[in-house]
Structures are given as structure tokens and as C-alpha cells.
């Protein structure tokens, strides 16, 4: 492969303007298109089918003008400071606004507080129920703000009007917040690589991947239905990605140009040596994101093949275009003796080791002279920093979730207020006899004399009185521990109540049951999900780097990083420590979705530090032969490329974190945690500590593996008979 490469890289150096122009041109006919053909994101998306569900399915065949699977909102009315919600001008207020709501394109019924009941026992709040013809998913923005102007007129007579409901709880409108994290990139670019030029290059290649990328994802929502999370992943993973597969290029070249070579050769040799971890790293992150489409949620299949899609991009981009624009930049690249860009290259040879140690060499002298120590006490932190992973609850975000400033939130801290928090997720209990209502009656009985219980509504049969269903709200809202367990307890017990009530069958079912449902989905899926990815990332490993052990620390390394990185996310977003200097209002279970897309993207992550510092490791063992010596000067080679572009990385996702909606700031907290841990704690800490430990074992296969495995020479082998360095040829004639 290092050979096919070279000659890309040479090629597209030599036809450099012809490859910008294709670029420039694939660039614009997207962008053009994404702004000629603009889709329609949706906010709604399908969870996988769960036991609740399927109950409430059930329920819609029992009572089929009921349209349990409809959109709903709710609005939460406050009486004027010091009235109660019936005196007679409130409550014309109220009715007044029934009607403006009633009137709504969209909407199919709306249910007075006065005819349900829905008034607090002080008479300070009342709730207004409000049914669409759609599902909650497609329930429109025009319709929303349409609920606001209907509001307008009881605002202004003194009432306080919010609206919450299943229509809101949607995943939330994303924006690129990536300006502090280009800037952070430019400086630390401009540190690693000794130029603005140099710098620009990287940023340059970053910005056309997202561009393309996030592009495709607007044309593709033209025609099918794309969430509007799903620009997400695209947008962050490839700007990171985008920038850190060119740096890797561009260090190479300056490393080539030092020992050197003319511009042509620097750059075919760094496409063929560089670009080859590229492209075995960009491999492991599209494996990761491709697999995503096994776990059964369209929304991460969908964030995944776009993720996955951009970082393809990203990879062609670091072998075609990279190259090119080195190029066009000629000799302004050149590194001189005292940039960092020589230095660095400079540290590889045995007598800078003698002459002046920095950072890195110190570091890795420190890490490796007691490597037992170092990989005990490695441990002993990753192993604290996972504790709290072991309490981890998964569920998908409620009302009170949301950003401060939004009616949702505000509706549910009024629900709170004047009904409980139990109200903001009330559960449904299913019950089918020959006799619903007496069978309903006997359960509800049952039901108000639990615990985490405060009310069970009146049975509700249907037409032909063989099903029923009961309101069940808990004590606490439908993110608590408690709520979670209580659908256990009716589950457990479901049998038996049965049984003592002369019904045929007990089933617990709404919003909140299937939200819990969905949580422990994602949680089985996740250990298949997480052997699938390091399974086939392992064979890949195995064909880079010929060797058993390699891949199998390489797994391990990132098992350790994502246990530390979900005990981080869980103290933070779960416990709520120091949950406020992040915004964080309301800690609670952490987003369904979190762990499987965080296991996916970090892991490609984690493999591409594994391969830029391993892979430097391997070609200067496989040169002269020192296993120790080849863990120094690899890491030593390797390991400043890749702090920088573990900071630009974090640098991106961080300015996701100013995001205030909790679900972006979780994923967005947990990929800069995540690549912090995996780069700073595990590949630059315990790597080189059992890299030493291993020794020459570390490169040991079985000859007859040896044999079978096909040979893409990472090492650059064919290279240095192909392109010797100008020192070698003197030293031969």
C-alpha cells in the first residue's frame, strides 16, 4: 500500500491545480445543491420496538378512536397572583383559549381542565390537553409557534401559559458551533507545524470535509426523512478528523524534507508512509460508525453512515488533496533547523537523545524506566475514574431537560409546582377481561396502595368493556430511579394482581414506561455492539501491524478509556458533580443514545492515536531491530503530532459544550473527555509502559499467520530502497 500511495501522493503533486480545481468543484456543486435543494429535518424519530410499546399498540386495536399514538401537548395555565384558576375571569380566560386553541390547523380535540379535572389542589394551576392529527414527530414548527399566538391573548389578561407534551420532547435543532475550536486548531497548528501557511493547509482540508459532508446529509434530507441531529456526528468528527489526518501528512513532509528530499519525493514518501496510517485509521473509524446501523435505531444508523461518509472524505482528502496544496505551497513549507517541525525529527536520532531532552523525551524516559509502576498506577486511575459507570441509567430526555429558556421546561417546572413531578410522566396500566371495568377497579385499588404511587386516575373502559386502562402517576418524575422501578414492581407483580382482580392480563405502558424500556435496550445492545467493533478492529490491526499483541493492547487500552469516560460523563450529567460550570440545570439518567454512539466514535478515535504512535514504533523496530529503543523514538516521532491533534479534537468538541440543549452538551463533554483520556492517559502513558514490558514480543506472530497476511508495508520498506534519503547515497558512493 505504501507504494500505491507513493505514487498517488506524487501524482497529485504533480497535478496539483487539476486536483484543487476537483475538489473545488465537488466542493461547490454540494453546497450548491444542499442550497438550490434545501430538505425538511424532522424532529421526531423511531425507537426500537420494546415491551411497552407493544402494549400500547395493544391498547390503539382496544380503543381505536382514542389515538393513543398521536401527538399531544399540554398547556400549563397559572392563575393571576393571588386568583384562582376558577374565578369566573380566569376562567373565561382559560376558555377563551381552549377555543383560539381548538381552532389550530392540525389539531383534533382539546380537552378543558374544568371537564377533566386538571385543576391543582390550590386552584393556582390547571392543564389544558391538546390532541393532533399526526404523530408527535411530525407536528410542525408552523403548528408550535401557532400554540404560542393562541396563548397571546390569555397571557395578556394576566395568565402565565406554557406549553410542554410529547410534541416537544423531539431531539433538538443543532448548531456548528466549531469558531472557538478553528481557532484553538489555527494556534496550536501554527505551534506544531512552525507557519501560517503550513497551518491553513490542515484547516483548509477540515473545512471542505464538513462541508461536503454536512452537504450531503442537507440533500439526502430532500428526499428521505432525516432527524435533525443527524448533521451532528458529521459536523464535529469530521472537522476533528478532517484536520488531524492532514496534520499527520504535513508533519511527515516536513520530517522527509528535513532529511532532504525534494518537495516532489517529501510528499509522495509522506502520502505513502502517513497516508497509510490515514487510511488504516480511517478504516477503524468507519468501521466503528458503520456498525452503528446494527443496533436497531434508525437515528444512529442514520448520524453513523453520514459520520462514517465523512470521514471517507476526510481520507481522501489527506492523500489527494493534502498533497497537492503542499505542492502549490512549495518551499513556504520548507521547515528551517530551529522550527519545532525539525526538531522533532531531529529527537529521533540517537545523539539528540544526548543532547538536549524536552517534554516528550522526558516523558517517555519517565514512563518507561519503571514501566510496571507506571502501568499499576495507569490503571489504578482509569479503574477510579470508571466507578461511577457501574450506577449508569439510560433514558431519553424529558421537559425538564431542556434549555431554561424554552416553554417545555418551563411548562414541566409548572407541572411540578402544581401537581407533582410524578405528572410530568404519568404511566398507563392495561387491563383486558370479560369485565374491564370491575377488573380496572379491583387493580387501581391494588395500585394506590404502593409506595412510590400519589394517584391512579378512574378506570377507563372501552365500548365493549373487555380492556381498560388506568393513569398511574408516581412520585416522582419519569426520570427518576424510582419511576423505573416502580414499572418493574407492576411488572413482577403483574401475574398475581391479575390473578386477585379476575382479570385476564396486566400491562404497564405510556411515554415514560417506553422510554424506560428503550434505556435498557440501548443498554443490552451495548457489550454486542462494543465485541462486534473490537472484533473486526482487531483483524485490521492484525494486517497493519503483524502482531497479536499489538491489537489485543490496543483493545484493552480503549476498554479502559471508555469505562473512564462513562464514569466522567455519569459524575457529571447523572450525580451532577460540578454539573453548573457546565450548565447543566437538571442531572439525570444520561441520553439513551450516548453510550453506543460515544462507544463508536471514540473507539475509531482511539485507534487512530493507537496506529500514528504505534505504527512510528513498528517502522523503527522493523529498521534496526531494538524493541526499547523503537518505543523511545517512536513515541518521540509520533507522540507531538499527536497531542496537537488530541487538542485540536477537543478543542472542536468543547465548543459543542457551550450547546445548551444537555443532550448535544453530553455527546459533546464525553467526546472531549474521552479523546483527553485515550490520548493523554492511555496511548502517550500506558502505551509505551507495555510496549517496554512486551519487548520484542510485542511484534511476535506465528509464522504460518505471518505467511497468510497480506503485506501493505506501513513501515515504508519499499520506499527506502525506492527513494533513499540524499545522506544514504552519499554514504554509499
Same mark, same amino acid.
Given at each position: 500500500?505504501?507504494?500505491?500511495?507513493?505514487?498517488?501522493?506524487?501524482?497529485?503533486?504533480?497535478?496539483?491545480?487539476?486536483?484543487?480545481?476537483?475538489?473545488?468543484?465537488?466542493?461547490?456543486?454540494?453546497?450548491?445543491?444542499?442550497?438550490?435543494?434545501?430538505?425538511?429535518?424532522?424532529?421526531?424519530?423511531?425507537?426500537?420496538?420494546?415491551?411497552?410499546?407493544?402494549?400500547?399498540?395493544?391498547?390503539?386495536?382496544?380503543?381505536?378512536? &382514542?389515538?393513543?399514538?398521536?401527538?399531544?401537548?399540554?398547556?400549563?395555565?397559572?392563575?393571576?397572583?393571588?386568583?384562582?384558576?376558577?374565578?369566573?375571569?380566569?376562567?373565561?380566560?382559560?376558555?377563551?383559549?381552549?377555543?383560539?386553541?381548538?381552532?389550530?390547523?392540525?389539531?383534533?380535540?382539546?380537552?378543558?381542565?374544568?371537564?377533566?379535572?386538571?385543576?391543582?389542589?390550590?386552584?393556582?394551576?390547571?392543564?389544558?390537553?391538546?390532541?393532533?392529527?399526526?404523530?408527535?414527530?411530525?407536528?410542525?414548527?408552523?403548528?408550535?409557534?401557532?400554540?404560542?399566538?393562541?396563548?397571546?391573548?390569555?397571557?395578556?389578561?394576566?395568565?402565565?401559559?406554557?406549553?410542554?407534551?410529547?410534541?416537544?420532547?423531539?431531539?433538538?435543532?443543532?448548531?456548528?458551533?466549531?469558531?472557538?475550536?478553528?481557532?484553538?486548531?489555527?494556534?496550536?497548528?501554527?505551534?506544531?507545524?512552525?507557519?501560517?501557511?503550513?497551518?491553513?493547509?490542515?484547516?483548509?482540508?477540515?473545512?471542505?470535509?464538513?462541508?461536503?459532508?454536512?452537504?450531503?446529509?442537507?440533500?439526502?434530507?430532500?428526499?428521505?426523512?432525516?432527524?435533525?441531529?443527524?448533521?451532528?456526528?458529521?459536523?464535529?468528527?469530521?472537522?476533528?478528523?478532517?484536520?488531524?489526518?492532514?496534520?499527520?501528512?504535513?508533519?511527515?513532509?516536513?520530517?522527509?524534507?528535513?532529511?532532504?528530499?525534494?518537495?516532489?519525493?517529501?510528499?509522495?514518501?509522506?502520502?505513502?508512509?502517513?497516508?497509510?496510517?490515514?487510511?488504516?485509521?480511517?478504516?477503524?473509524?468507519?468501521?466503528?460508525?458503520?456498525?452503528?446501523?446494527?443496533?436497531?435505531?434508525?437515528?444512529?444508523?442514520?448520524?453513523?453512515?453520514?459520520?462514517?461518509?465523512?470521514?471517507?472524505?476526510?481520507?481522501?482528502?489527506?492523500?489527494?488533496?493534502?498533497?497537492?496544496?503542499?505542492?502549490?505551497?512549495?518551499?513556504?513549507?520548507?521547515?528551517?533547523?530551529?522550527?519545532?517541525?525539525?526538531?522533532?525529527?531531529?529527537?529521533?536520532?540517537?545523539?539528540?537523545?544526548?543532547?538536549?531532552?524536552?517534554?516528550?523525551?522526558?516523558?517517555?524516559?519517565?514512563?518507561?524506566?519503571?514501566?510496571?509502576?507506571?502501568?499499576?498506577?495507569?490503571?489504578?486511575?482509569?479503574?477510579?475514574?470508571?466507578?461511577?459507570?457501574?450506577?449508569?441509567?439510560?433514558?431519553?430526555?424529558?421537559?425538564?431537560?431542556?434549555?431554561?429558556?424554552?416553554?417545555?421546561?418551563?411548562?414541566?417546572?409548572?407541572?411540578?409546582?402544581?401537581?407533582?413531578?410524578?405528572?410530568?410522566?404519568?404511566?398507563?396500566?392495561?387491563?383486558?377481561?370479560?369485565?374491564?371495568?370491575?377488573?380496572?377497579?379491583?387493580?387501581?385499588?391494588?395500585?394506590?396502595?404502593?409506595?412510590?404511587?400519589?394517584?391512579?386516575?378512574?378506570?377507563?373502559?372501552?365500548?365493549?368493556?373487555?380492556?381498560?386502562?388506568?393513569?398511574?402517576?408516581?412520585?416522582?418524575?419519569?426520570?427518576?430511579?424510582?419511576?423505573?422501578?416502580?414499572?418493574?414492581?407492576?411488572?413482577?407483580?403483574?401475574?398475581?394482581?391479575?390473578?386477585?382482580?379476575?382479570?385476564?392480563?396486566?400491562?404497564?405502558?405510556?411515554?415514560?414506561?417506553?422510554?424506560?424500556?428503550?434505556?435498557? &435496550?440501548?443498554?443490552?445492545?451495548?457489550?454486542?455492539?462494543?465485541?462486534?467493533?473490537?472484533?473486526?478492529?482487531?483483524?485490521?490491526?492484525?494486517?497493519?501491524?503483524?502482531?497479536?499483541?499489538?491489537?489485543?493492547?490496543?483493545?484493552?487500552?480503549?476498554?479502559?478509556?471508555?469505562?473512564?469516560?462513562?464514569?466522567?460523563?455519569?459524575?457529571?450529567?447523572?450525580?451532577?458533580?460540578?454539573?453548573?460550570?457546565?450548565?447543566?440545570?437538571?442531572?439525570?439518567?444520561?441520553?439513551?443514545?450516548?453510550?453506543? &454512539?460515544?462507544?463508536?466514535?471514540?473507539?475509531?478515535? &482511539?485507534?487512530?492515536?493507537?496506529?500514528?504512535?504505534?505504527?512510528?514504533?513498528?517502522?523503527?523496530?522493523?529498521?534496526?531491530?531494538?524493541?526499547?529503543?523503537?518505543?523511545?523514538?517512536?513515541?518521540?516521532?509520533?507522540?507531538?503530532?499527536?497531542?496537537?491533534?488530541?487538542?485540536?479534537?477537543?478543542?472542536?468538541?468543547?465548543?459543542?459544550?457551550?450547546?445548551?440543549?444537555?443532550?448535544?452538551?453530553?455527546?459533546?463533554?464525553?467526546?472531549?473527555?474521552?479523546?483527553?483520556?485515550?490520548?493523554?492517559?492511555?496511548?502517550?502513558?500506558?502505551?509505551?509502559?507495555?510496549?517496554?514490558?512486551?519487548?520484542?514480543?510485542?511484534?511476535?506472530?506465528?509464522?504460518?499467520?505471518?505467511?497468510?497476511?497480506?503485506?501493505?508495508?506501513?513501515?515504508?520498506?519499499?520506499?527506502?530502497?525506492?527513494?533513499?534519503?540524499?545522506?544514504?547515497?552519499?554514504?554509499?558512493?
Amino acid at each position: 500500500m505504501a507504494a500505491l500511495l507513493f505514487t498517488l501522493g506524487t501524482r497529485c503533486a504533480r497535478h496539483a491545480k487539476v486536483v484543487v480545481l476537483a475538489w473545488v468543484v465537488v466542493l461547490l456543486t454540494l453546497v450548491g445543491g444542499a442550497v438550490a435543494f434545501p430538505g425538511t429535518f424532522s424532529g421526531g424519530f423511531t425507537l426500537p420496538p420494546t415491551q411497552a410499546s407493544q402494549v400500547l399498540d395493544e391498547m390503539d386495536a382496544a380503543f381505536p378512536d &382514542a389515538h393513543f399514538d398521536e401527538g399531544t401537548a399540554t398547556a400549563v395555565v397559572r392563575a393571576r397572583e393571588g386568583m384562582p384558576v376558577t374565578d369566573n375571569t380566569q376562567k373565561a380566560a382559560i376558555g377563551t383559549l381552549v377555543t383560539e386553541l381548538s381552532e389550530i390547523d392540525g389539531v383534533r380535540a382539546v380537552l378543558s381542565p374544568f371537564d377533566t379535572g386538571a385543576v391543582s389542589e390550590n386552584s393556582e394551576y390547571a392543564l389544558i390537553q391538546i390532541g393532533f392529527d399526526s404523530v408527535a414527530g411530525d407536528v410542525t414548527l408552523e403548528q408550535k409557534d401557532a400554540l404560542q399566538d393562541a396563548a397571546k391573548a390569555a397571557r395578556d389578561s394576566g395568565l402565565t401559559v406554557e406549553f410542554g407534551g410529547s410534541i416537544f420532547q423531539g431531539l433538538p435543532e443543532v448548531g456548528l458551533n466549531e469558531g472557538g475550536g478553528l481557532i484553538v486548531a489555527l494556534i496550536v497548528l501554527i505551534i506544531v507545524l512552525g507557519g501560517m501557511i503550513a497551518a491553513i493547509i490542515p484547516l483548509v482540508s477540515g473545512i471542505v470535509g464538513v462541508g461536503i459532508g454536512v452537504s450531503g446529509v442537507f440533500i439526502a434530507s430532500g428526499a428521505i426523512d432525516v432527524n435533525q441531529l443527524t448533521p451532528l456526528l458529521p459536523a464535529m468528527l469530521g472537522l476533528a478528523v478532517g484536520i488531524d489526518y492532514s496534520l499527520f501528512v504535513i508533519s511527515r513532509y516536513q520530517n522527509e524534507l528535513a532529511d532532504g528530499r525534494d518537495r516532489t519525493t517529501a510528499i509522495g514518501r509522506a502520502v505513502g508512509t502517513a497516508g497509510t496510517a490515514v487510511v488504516f485509521a480511517g478504516l477503524t473509524v468507519l468501521i466503528a460508525l458503520a456498525l452503528l446501523t446494527t443496533v436497531g435505531l434508525a437515528l444512529l444508523a442514520a448520524m453513523g453512515i453520514a459520520a462514517a461518509g465523512t470521514v471517507a472524505v476526510s481520507i481522501l482528502i489527506a492523500v489527494t488533496l493534502t498533497p497537492a496544496l503542499l505542492s502549490l505551497a512549495g518551499d513556504k513549507i520548507t521547515p528551517k533547523a530551529t522550527t519545532r517541525a525539525t526538531t522533532a525529527d531531529d529527537v529521533a536520532r540517537p545523539s539528540a537523545l544526548r543532547r538536549r531532552p524536552h517534554l516528550a523525551e522526558r516523558w517517555v524516559r519517565a514512563v518507561t524506566r519503571l514501566p510496571w509502576l507506571t502501568v499499576v498506577a495507569t490503571l489504578l486511575v482509569l479503574g477510579l475514574l470508571s466507578i461511577p459507570a457501574l450506577s449508569m441509567r439510560l433514558n431519553f430526555p424529558d421537559n425538564s431537560m431542556a434549555a431554561p429558556d424554552t416553554t417545555q421546561y418551563k411548562a414541566s417546572q409548572m407541572i411540578d409546582a402544581g401537581f407533582g413531578s410524578g405528572s410530568n410522566g404519568p404511566l398507563v396500566v392495561f387491563v383486558t377481561s370479560h369485565d374491564a371495568t370491575a377488573a380496572g377497579n379491583a387493580v387501581a385499588t391494588i395500585l394506590r396502595n404502593l409506595d412510590d404511587v400519589t394517584f391512579v386516575s378512574s378506570v377507563v373502559p372501552n365500548t365493549t368493556n373487555d380492556a381498560a386502562y388506568i393513569q398511574v402517576v408516581p412520585s416522582e418524575g419519569p426520570l427518576a430511579a424510582s419511576t423505573a422501578s416502580l414499572v418493574g414492581d407492576i411488572r413482577d407483580n403483574a401475574a398475581r394482581w391479575s390473578a386477585d382482580a379476575g382479570a385476564e392480563s396486566l400491562q404497564v405502558t405510556g411515554q415514560t414506561a417506553i422510554d424506560i424500556d428503550s434505556g435498557a &435496550a440501548f443498554s443490552e445492545a451495548l457489550v454486542p455492539y462494543l465485541a462486534l467493533v473490537v472484533t473486526l478492529a482487531l483483524l485490521l490491526l492484525l494486517v497493519m501491524f503483524r502482531s497479536i499483541l499489538v491489537p489485543l493492547k490496543a483493545a484493552l487500552g480503549f476498554v479502559l478509556s471508555v469505562g473512564a469516560t462513562f464514569g466522567v460523563v455519569v459524575a457529571v450529567f447523572q450525580w451532577g458533580w460540578g454539573a453548573e460550570l457546565l450548565g447543566v440545570h437538571t442531572p439525570g439518567p444520561i441520553v439513551s443514545l450516548l453510550p453506543l &454512539a460515544l462507544t463508536g466514535v471514540l473507539f475509531g478515535l &482511539a485507534m487512530d492515536y493507537e496506529v500514528f504512535i504505534v505504527s512510528r514504533m513498528r517502522e523503527e523496530f522493523v529498521h534496526h531491530g531494538d524493541a526499547g529503543r523503537s518505543v523511545r523514538l517512536g513515541f518521540l516521532s509520533g507522540a507531538r503530532v499527536v497531542v496537537a491533534a488530541a487538542i485540536i479534537m477537543i478543542s472542536v468538541f468543547a465548543g459543542f459544550v457551550l450547546a445548551e440543549d444537555t443532550l448535544v452538551k453530553s455527546i459533546a463533554f464525553a467526546l472531549a473527555v474521552g479523546v483527553f483520556i485515550d490520548a493523554f492517559i492511555v496511548r502517550a502513558t500506558l502505551v509505551p509502559a507495555i510496549m517496554t514490558i512486551l519487548g520484542r514480543g510485542a511484534w511476535w506472530i506465528p509464522r504460518w499467520l505471518d505467511r497468510i497476511l497480506p503485506n501493505i508495508d506501513t513501515e515504508g520498506t519499499a520506499l527506502t530502497a525506492r527513494t533513499p534519503a540524499p545522506q544514504e547515497i552519499d554514504s554509499r558512493g
